[in-house]
């Protein structure tokens, strides 16, 4: 019965090991630069504090950075964050996150309010997900009709058409991929993004990564080489 007990306890202790070894894996895994040349990060005041040199340094080749949500909110780090990857020499653009509940206008008038003219940033970014979004589930015309005039507003603002991260689900009720003319960010943890009507141009990789420079966890993001189909 005690040797039971014992090879139990062992074994236990052995799957615990791997669990945490697979775990430091997993929160510092990336895809290989050697496909996927150009990476970057998606910072926000979830990130807490970011030393940008330091970022850089660790490989990130650009940032998006969180700086609206629907039609009043704003990231309190945006302009900090900003300004420091401005500093740092890194590539940076803005992202808004779509709400469904609130008109397009407003939400463009708070996205043109927070984030300066900038004709070296990146293209904006929106996020098209339902994951804390209000409830409300508006038909595909009157979400796509908004849409449209939400881009509209920001493209002139910022000079450049915009990049879309569009989630599996958002897109299997909206058809986003398939009615949006502009290029798609999609997520998909550690493997390629098989949703879409057309290739992606960004990947979200992972969401739980640990890069240096960054308090807590990131999501990294990988370009598609151009010549990868």
């Given amino acids: 019965m005690m040797g039971a007990i014992k090879w139990g306890a062992i074994w236990l202790l052995l799957a615990a090991l791997a669990a945490i070894a697979l775990w430091q894996v997993a929160i510092h895994w990336h895809p290989v630069t050697s496909q996927y040349p150009v990476q970057g990060v998606t910072i926000g005041a979830d990130q807490g504090d970011v030393h940008w040199p330091t970022l850089r340094a660790a490989g990130a080749d650009f940032a998006y950075i969180h700086a609206t949500d629907g039609d009043i909110d704003r990231d309190p780090n945006f302009a900090h964050h900003w300004q420091g990857a401005h500093d740092a020499g890194l590539r940076h653009g803005a992202i808004h996150i779509w709400e469904l509940c609130r008109l397009a206008v407003d939400q463009a008038t708070n996205f043109v309010a927070t984030v300066p003219p900038d004709g070296d940033a990146l293209p904006p970014a929106i996020i098209l997900d ?29 000079e450049s058409p915009a990049l879309l991260y569009v989630t599996r689900e958002f897109d299997a ?8 003319e502009r290029s798609f960010w ?9 949703f879409g009507a057309v290739p992606w141009v960004m990947w979200e990789a992972s969401d739980i990564r640990r890069v240096e420079g960054v308090e807590n966890p990131v999501r990294w993001n990988v370009v598609r080489p151009e010549q990868s189909g």
Avoid: G, W
Avoid at 130 to 158: G, K, W, Y
Avoid at 173 to 180: D, I, K, N
Avoid at 186 to 194: A, E, N, S, V, Y
């Fill in 130 to 158: 339902f994951e804390n979004n209000c409830a409300d589930r508006p038909d595909v015309s009157v979400f796509i009709s908004e849409l449209a005039t939400f881009l509209q507003m920001i493209e002139a603002h910022a």
């Fill in 173 to 180: 009720t909206y058809q986003v991929t398939s009615r949006v």
């Fill in 186 to 194: 999609l997520p998909r943890r550690l493997f390629k993004p098989d």
